[in-house]
């Protein structure tokens, strides 16, 4: 294998892997604090894509240059965040709060199947495509091979997420608060914390990430029916490698997916598939928290 | 002491959590049939000897001898199986389940023969539940959900399914704890009843001196992981040691004393 | 033989009874039903196996994984091998898939909750993931099966549903009759107690990992079986066995039913295949919404599933002839 494969590989899983660090992000947010393992954020993603293709057709439409669509994919993000966020969790999963985890999976798999359909619904069967943003950035030269500059925004827009989440949690007060009800929700409700916003705000900004990641990878694939299904166990692989609820453990995962993933792409292309999962198993098998968790021992 | 058969013997035994000191130099013999009792205060490490002769804890250094065999690294099913269990301060019940049912489970686990092809509800297996309900004075609560019934109750129950396997030697944690304090005469009472039939070594934690002075024949009193008295109960309880650190006798009286003067 | 043993083999014995029969009167009625039940029954014995797990207090949402193993291990025998003969397919489907799943619980056997239910799905993905791939038994189109024959005979294409349903029903009842069997038996409570206090079961001196491997063998062989079954019954299979969407439907029929009740597995499994039919013919565009939707209900309204029902039933006809009895008494 020659440096300008291996190049080629990092970068493509580098960028794989920013996606999917979004994602797995607001996957990783949602159990840290809600102790859910949310089946339906593939579906989220699969929305944020959507919303972002009807969004940016707005922007030739009322004559505004094509810089605004990167501005377009972002309000996109937070309408489905702002509609389904509350809709989701004040309307469906507070009921099940304190009830077995299995059941809870179950019903966000419920919710994945609803949103599924949803989608289709709304959108049609028929791929929609958003070429026009990927154009914005021009190409990148690294080492002689051109990168498209729009996906190595990408790895910026990885960074900025993963950063203020980090900070969000441990750098602001409500932060602290949100720390606070992921150590003892029972505590904190006693000392006046109002348990069910942090719920809702971690919630929201969880089904925003994942909205995010689908709405600017939209330019990057064709928008149809299918993605979340893929993205779902995509986003599964990356945080139960790296280990639930771990922000540093999700980049980790992700980077590993990403590479493995391009690395198999170019190497062996018919282990594609295969070989995420095989990470993950091998991973469990030895880690069963994942690489950045501490073991839990089980009492027997 | 030395005329009766050793059944448990504890070596040098070592334990500590971070800081804390749960277990040290603990060298314990314990002869077969005796009754003995652990006191103590919270944190003195009671539970932690209880939980490393039941092989839940590994002790950091020293060794458990049961029966002649060093069975230190054993794990509590392992122990189960050879005679040494133990009841829980908690009573762990299957919260679902009759007063019956788990009592039937308990049976279950004892004879693991053809469990596949035996039904559950044998007129065998059912009898020998009822008799040991009957030796509790359970009888009446066999189909009860033990979810819904009384704190004494379970704790008999509790201690009724370590009793299942006719251990050698049983560890009662705490069995008179979370009873009101006219019931917990009656319990030990009839524990002691029960257990009267069995040649088995009993080794429980307790609070209440009374308790431990009419059922054991040796106390053990702990202090910060270390067994500070070993002896009949009339002596360890007029130790000065004891006194001060255990029962808190001795403060008691250093103030009667001053409110006499 | 003890009174409970013969209830419940009597059960099974008339299950069959009334099954055979039905069957005669859907082929000369509605034919159609043949179909839906015989891929109900395949259904519904994974997810026979799936209330066996949650009796130990697991969920597995990957039986795709053994489902997926019987389908190819008994296709690829009646393909490559020439054996079409049913009830030989239908044992090495179940014995394929019992094994995999023996070498693999021990692996599996020291997780709990979701971690247990995502090591399940990550497994499945993976046979999924080699599958797709593998483009010498058809990568992902998979592969279309001979039609089987039974003992030698081969029924004649008006027969063919008729013969496997029949085949699949005998199937269900011994499997039903068996595992219920189980649930009665010594292990069997014990293995319910597993759910409740591990702890405790460990202390009672049973072990909670043999337990584990146990159900997990079991509930193999049943996905076995019912892999080939609908195998059998499609005449044709891919990898999407393996995919977990496939292994939700499974957790669904498991909870529709609940763990306490065997036949509420196989009537939900006719529940979901009856409400797939329905909307594949009128609204074939929102089959998923309408699962979906359906999940969420019985999830709010019948958390112990259809089998707590009858438990209900039988419990408040217990409390009445005991409220009965203690009137009398107090007269």
Known sequence: MEFADILTILVDGVVYASWLFIVALGLTLIFGVLQILNLAHGSLYAVGAYAAA??????????????????????????????????????????????????????????????????????????????EPRNLFGNVEIGQLFYVGYDLMLIVLAAICGLAVWLGLNKTTTGKVVLAVIHNPDVSACMGVRVNWIYLLAFFVGVF????????????????????????ILSFAVVIIGGLGSIPGAAIGALVVGIARAAAVYEFPEAEIFIIYLVMAIVLVFRPEGLFQRTQARKI | MSDAAIILEARDVQKRFGAVVAAQDINIKVGLGEKLSLIGANG???????????????????????DGLDVTKLNPRQLTRRGVCRSFQIPQLYEPMTALENLLVAIGTSNQAFSLLRPARDAAVLDQGHALLKRFGLEGYAERKVSELPGGVRKLLDIAMALVRRPKVLLLDE?????????????????????????????????????????????????????????????????KAVQKYVTGTAKADAVEEEAGA | MHASTKRTCLAGLIAVILLVLAGFVFQHWQTWI?????????????????????????????????????????????????????????????????????????????????????????????????????????????????EPTFLGWQPSVDYADLALYLLAAVVAVVASTATRLYYD???????????????????????????????????????????????????????????????GEFVFIAVLAGYISVSAVFLSAMILELVRSFSNLYFPETWQLILGGFLIVVIVFLPGGIGSFWERVKEGRAARAQAEQEEGAGS
């Not at chain 1, 969004?55 to 702002?82: C, H, K, N, Q, W």
């Not at chain 2, 539970?47 to 001898?65: C, E, Q, R, W």
């Not at chain 2, 088995?200 to 609070?207: D, G």
């Not at chain 2, 059922?215 to 008295?229: K, P």
Request: some cysteine.
């Open chain 1, 54 to 131: 009807s969004f940016t057709m707005l922007v030739p439409y009322f004559g505004l240059p094509p810089a605004f669509s990167l501005l377009a994919m972002l309000i996109a993000a937070l309408a489905v965040a702002l509609v389904l966020a509350p809709i989701l969790e004040r309307g469906l999963l507070r009921l099940f709060y304190g009830r077995d985890e299995v059941l809870i999976l179950l019903v966000t798999y419920a919710v994945f199947l609803v949103l599924e359909d949803v989608t289709k619904l709304v959108w049609g069967v028929q791929p929609y495509y958003v070429f």
């Open chain 1, 209 to 232: 990430l994942a909205a995010l990641a689908g709405a600017y990878t939209a330019p990057l694939i064709s928008v149809q029916p299918g993605i979340s299904v893929n993205v779902i």
């Open chain 2, 44 to 66: 003195a490490g009671k539970t932690t000897f209880m939980n490393i002769v039941t092989g839940y804890l590994k002790p950091d250094a020293g060794s458990i001898h049961f």
């Open chain 2, 175 to 239: 069995p008179t704890s979370g009873v009101s304090v006219d019931e917990k005469f009656p319990l030990m009472e009839t524990v002691m009843e029960a257990l009267s039939e069995e040649e088995v070594t009993v080794i429980f934690v307790e609070h209440d001196m009374e308790i431990v002075t009419r059922y054991s024949d040796r106390v053990l009193a702990f202090y910060q992981g270390q067994v500070i008295a070993d002896d009949d109960p009339g002596e360890v309880l007029a130790d």
């Open chain 3, 34 to 146: 043949l179909f839906t039940a015989t891929k109900a029954i395949g259904y519904g014995l994974v997810a026979l196996g799936i209330i066996t797990l949650m009796r130990g207090g697991l969920v597995s949402f990957g039986q795709g994984l053994v489902y997926c193993t019987g389908a190819y291990a008994s296709g690829l025998m009646a393909t490559r091998l020439g054996v079409t003969d049913a009830p030989v397919l239908l044992v090495v489907g179940m014995l394929a898939s019992a094994l995999l799943a023996l070498i693999v619980s021990p692996l599996i056997a020291r997780y709990r909750g979701i971690f247990f239910a995502m090591l399940t799905v990550a497994l499945s993905m993976v046979l999924y993931g080699v599958l797709v791939k593998m483009n010498a038994i058809g990568g992902s189109d998979g592969f279309t099966l001979p």
């Open chain 3, 185 to 247: 038996s010594m292990a069997g409570l014990v293995a319910l107690a597993v759910r409740e206090n591990e702890l405790r079961v460990e202390y009672l001196g049973s072990s909670v990992f043999k337990v584990t491997v146990r159900h997990f063998t079991i509930a193999g062989a049943l996905g076995g079986l019912g892999g080939t079954l609908n195998g059998m019954a499609l005449g044709h299979i891919d990898p999407l066995f393996s995919f977990w969407t496939t292994s």
